[in-house]
């Protein structure tokens, strides 16, 4: 008999300053989602135009994996 389980997967979200810019990256493992969000957030702010530079924060959200 199958089992009706409720997989999750992690989304990586990725925010210029506090603006979203990217979350088509999924992750069936935490582990792997947050070594990319920790390696990201750890990065120097960015040029943004205008002398102004902007801070990238990502973090791993979970959802209901897609079928």
């Not at 135009?49 to 924060?57: A, C, P």
């Amino acid at each position: 008999p199958r089992h009706s389980s409720l997989m999750i997967e992690f989304v990586l979200s990725v925010y210029m300053g506090a603006n979203l810019i990217d979350k088509t990256q999924r992750f069936i493992d935490l582990d792997r989602c947050l070594y990319f969000a920790e390696r990201l957030s750890h990065q120097r702010p960015v040029p943004a135009g205008d002398g102004k530079r902007l801070k990238i924060t990502a973090v791993c959200k979970p959802q209901p994996k897609r079928k």
